[in-house]
């Protein structure tokens, strides 16, 4: 059978049972699009071949342990793992390069759906920790879409206290994200 006629579900059942012609096929159909997304976001050559060989290393590493449903998906979110601990180990660059473009994408891929939640529970932990009008701006922003007009007028305050309380808010979810990750890497690392 052509390789290119091989569907990407049987090549990672046939990655999962040890077979390196699938790697190999694996590799060739994505190493570019691993690329891709990695000089994408770091905009070093070198960073990103390293990158691209430390994913499919590994994907081979620790192929009898992954239950791969959507292998475009799940490599594009071990891409952006990877991305995020060059960004940790390398201060100057920024903790998140766009935000709001990572979380879109997460939401479309589907092995990433477990840890989606896992990020919305610990959203909803933190909420619950903040003060009330903290949490209310919060929700009011986010979940409901509203303007710092729109929610100074609901709450009867100011619109420079409802941006004092989303800065806080924002810059108090950061660092509570980032020390949750910081912990996950350990655990995921192992």
């Known amino acids: 059978m052509p390789q290119n006629l091989i569907s990407d579900s049987l090549l990672a059942d046939l990655l999962t049972k040890g077979d390196e012609d699938a790697f190999n096929i694996i590799y060739g159909r994505f190493w ?9 976001r770091l ?14 290393s590994d994907l081979w590493l620790k192929r ?14 071990a891409t952006r793992y990877q991305v995020y601990l ?12 766009k935000p709001i473009e990572d979380i879109a994408n997460l939401a479309q891929v589907t092995d990433c759906v477990h840890e989606i939640n896992e990020l919305k529970d610990c959203i909803k932990e933190w ?14 922003k986010f979940i409901e879409d509203r303007t ?5 007028e609901v709450l009867n305050i100011s619109q420079k206290t409802v941006q004092n309380q989303f800065t806080i808010s924002l810059h108090s979810l950061r660092s509570t994200l980032s020390k949750m990750l910081m912990i ?5 690392i192992r």
């Open 127 to 140: 909420m619950n920790l903040q003060p009330e009008k903290r949490r209310e701006v919060f929700r009011l």
């Open 184 to 188: 996950l890497s350990v655990f995921i």
């Open 148 to 152: 710092t007009k729109e929610i100074s």
């Open 43 to 56: 905009r070093d050559i070198e960073l990103a071949e390293d990158l691209v060989q430390d994913v499919f």
């Open 86 to 97: 060059i960004y940790k180990k390398n201060s100057k660059n920024p903790f998140f390069e």
């Open 32 to 40: 570019k699009k691993v690329y891709n997304e990695a000089y994408k």
């Open 64 to 77: 009898s342990n992954r239950d791969i449903e959507n292998l475009p998906a799940y490599l594009m979110c």
